[in-house]
């Protein structure tokens, strides 16, 4: 039956594209920001565990997939089969534990034969096929991740830490020396070393966030989330109150902030 409706799916996308003007106008290039957007929506619906929403942008995500192969196959690049095949292909090549001999010892064996199969694949480095579009801790949790794979880690949460805290303390006397040495014709430079520090800090953030089995990206979306909630209680409230939210104090925001934390 999935075969059946997938195929009639197929057909929908393809008369689509050859009878709907906007459709007949889409180019690869033209859509690749709308199907980003779709995959978030689906992070977003796993996020709230709204599985009727999951459904839905999980199909928009499908359609995404099947219509950039349409676009593909019509400038003789690949088709759609070619897709499956693919990924059939590589599923089974990947996994030699479940379609071979191998043997592994649990997820973390699995993951390191994966990074090395890769590698025979024809890959020259084990941190490429990490697409620098990525959200920029994300990128660099999965970079960590790859490094780790191969050996090259901290052997030491403590020494993370360390290092965490060694990074804040050169972004902090990178930014002092910023401030007392403002008027200098090379403040560009400064401003730029600056910014070099701080995304040290980052980094060091996600390895420490990585040490303890978080992944960074997924935490700030929640903080992001609850900031967005906290604030919305605070502009509702000042509202309420008659008055606009810049004619409040901080004062008066910063009443009402403490109380969302115990909403949110």
Same mark, same amino acid.
């Given at each position: 039956?999935?075969?059946?409706?997938?195929?009639?799916?197929?057909?929908?996308?393809?008369?689509?594209?050859?009878?709907?003007?906007? *459709?007949?106008?889409?180019? &690869? $290039?033209?859509?690749?920001? +709308?199907?980003?957007?779709? +995959?978030?929506?689906?992070?977003?619906?796993? $996020?709230?565990?709204?599985?009727?929403?999951?459904?839905?942008?999980?199909?928009?995500?499908?359609?995404?997939?099947?219509? /950039?192969?349409?676009? @593909?196959?019509?400038?003789?690049?690949?088709?759609? *089969? $070619?897709?499956?095949?693919?990924?059939?292909?590589? =599923?089974?090549?990947?996994?030699?534990?479940?379609?071979? &001999?191998?043997?592994?010892?649990?997820? $973390?064996?699995?993951?390191?034969?994966?990074? +090395?199969?890769?590698?025979?694949?024809?890959?020259?480095? !084990?941190?490429?096929?990490?697409?620098?579009?990525?959200? +920029?801790?994300?990128? @660099?949790?999965? =970079?960590?991740?790859? @490094?780790? %794979?191969?050996?090259?880690?901290?052997?030491?949460?403590?020494?993370?830490? %360390?290092? !965490?805290?060694?990074?804040?303390?050169?972004? /902090?006397?990178?930014?002092?020396?910023?401030?007392?040495?403002?008027?200098?014709?090379?403040?560009?430079?400064?401003? %730029?070393?600056?910014? &070099?520090?701080?995304?040290?800090?980052?980094?060091?953030? !996600?390895?420490?966030?990585?040490? =303890?089995?978080?992944?960074?990206?997924? @935490?700030?979306?929640?903080? &992001?989330? %609850?900031?967005?909630?906290?604030?919305?209680?605070?502009?509702?409230?000042?509202?309420?109150?008659?008055?606009?939210?810049?004619?409040?104090? =901080?004062?008066?925001?910063?009443?009402?902030?403490?109380?969302?934390?115990?909403?949110?």
């Amino acid at each position: 039956m999935t075969g059946n409706k997938f195929q009639e799916f197929t057909e929908v996308v393809n008369r689509l594209r050859k009878e709907c003007p906007w *459709d007949r106008e889409q180019t &690869n $290039d033209s859509i690749k920001a +709308a199907t980003i957007e779709e +995959a978030y929506e689906v992070v977003e619906a796993i $996020d709230h565990k709204n599985y009727e929403e999951l459904k839905k942008e999980l199909g928009d995500l499908l359609l995404h997939v099947v219509f /950039h192969s349409t676009i @593909a196959e019509e400038g003789n690049n690949f088709k759609l *089969d $070619d897709v499956i095949d693919s990924i059939h292909e590589k =599923l089974i090549r990947r996994h030699p534990h479940v379609f071979g &001999n191998t043997e592994v010892s649990g997820a $973390d064996h699995v993951k390191k034969n994966w990074e +090395a199969i890769k590698i025979k694949e024809g890959r020259k480095s !084990v941190v490429d096929g990490v697409p620098a579009n990525l959200p +920029a801790l994300q990128r @660099a949790h999965r =970079l960590q991740e790859k @490094a780790s %794979k191969v050996g090259f880690d901290w052997e030491k949460k403590e020494d993370v830490w %360390k290092k !965490v805290i060694e990074e804040i303390e050169e972004m /902090h006397e990178s930014e002092n020396f910023k401030s007392q040495n403002s008027n200098l014709k090379n403040e560009v430079d400064i401003q %730029k070393q600056l910014e &070099n520090e701080i995304g040290d800090v980052f980094f060091a953030l !996600v390895n420490y966030s990585r040490f =303890l089995g978080i992944n960074p990206e997924n @935490a700030l979306r929640m903080t &992001n989330e %609850k900031f967005v909630k906290r604030f919305k209680y605070v502009e509702e409230k000042i509202s309420e109150s008659g008055k606009k939210l810049t004619e409040s104090t =901080l004062k008066e925001m910063d009443k009402y902030w403490e109380e969302s934390k115990e909403l949110y």
